[in-house]
């Protein structure tokens, strides 16, 4: 075992398994969230794994889960808006918290890969982990959806 699936586990044990049980129970607003923090958590494993098992389809992986992720999110806080805006979620501490573990895990796997294309994918998937997490966060906190200019 090297030092990439330990990060793995403890990521895995320590960050994403906390969110399971918010995923599953309680108000509405955390549940919401919580799902959208453990969707860039879950990339953030997928992303260690490919390092600790050599194998770069995990990234591949973790590349289209870091944008369906956030789009589901979205998807979310467009459905439930109505029943969110009575309680909207305050998670910006988990906001922070996911922002400097993906800046951090990606940084480090950039830094292990060397110059070249799989440093590239790497920090494209975290770009889009960031950014959509972000999103779909600041959309949840909102819950407003986008008018329309159709009508």
């Excluded at 990439?4 to 607003?29: D, K, Y």
């Excluded at 050599?54 to 990234?59: G, H, K, L, Q, S």
Aim: contains cysteine; hydrophobic residues 50%.
């Amino acid at each position: 075992m090297n030092g990439w699936l330990v990060a793995a586990a403890v990521l895995l044990v320590g960050a994403v398994g906390p969110t399971v049980p918010a995923v599953a129970t309680g108000p509405l607003r955390r549940r919401v969230g919580a799902q959208n923090h453990a969707t860039a958590l879950i990339c953030l494993v997928l992303l260690l794994l490919a390092q600790g098992f050599a194998r770069p389809a995990y990234v591949d992986t973790a590349l289209v889960l870091s944008l369906l992720g956030p789009a589901g999110t979205l998807v979310y806080a467009r459905l439930l808006g109505p029943d969110l805006k009575d309680d909207p979620p305050r998670g910006r501490i988990a906001d922070r918290c996911s922002l400097v573990a993906t800046v951090a895990v990606v940084l480090s796997l950039c830094v292990a890969a060397g110059p070249g294309r799989a440093a590239v994918k790497l920090l494209v998937t975290g770009a889009l982990l960031v950014v959509g997490t972000q999103v779909a966060s600041r959309a949840l906190r909102e819950n407003e959806p986008e008018a329309d200019d159709d009508d």
